[in-house]
């Protein structure tokens, strides 16, 4: 779950707020999921539809663009596209997050539909794992 708090006089930050985990671990959480869930605006070809293609108001291209990609039916080249945003958004926080390695989890049970993620990497140097389904 994610929560607002206040850093500074007027001005706020979402943090991942789980008990279950420590200061560093819930850091990168944080840094993850707001990479991935941020919405993206989708490319013109893909969407032609300007309020259909989404995205954050302040910054069209902040985010992945995931979103896209998981209101499709997920086969095997939507995993794989899937797999990719996942893989440059992260990039894209460099130098705070570095060798990033993103793959599938395979779930012997569940939908279809459902993908799941092992990312690993650096966090400020920090070696991390998480898991996290689309």
Known sequence: MLKLVQIDNGVFDLVFDD???NDADAA???L???ALFT???APVDREPDRFARRGW???PQAGSGLWYVRRQPLG???RREALAMVQSALMSHSP???EVSVTER???TGNVSSVFLEITGLHNGRKFILSTPL
């Open 28 to 30: 990168v959480a944080t």
């Open 106 to 108: 395979v779930v012997p």
């Open 32 to 34: 993850v999921y707001a």
């Open 96 to 98: 705070a997050l570095a």
């Open 19 to 21: 008990p279950a985990l």
């Open 57 to 59: 108001w302040a910054d």
């Open 76 to 78: 095997s080249s939507a």
């Open 39 to 41: 919405d993206a605006e």
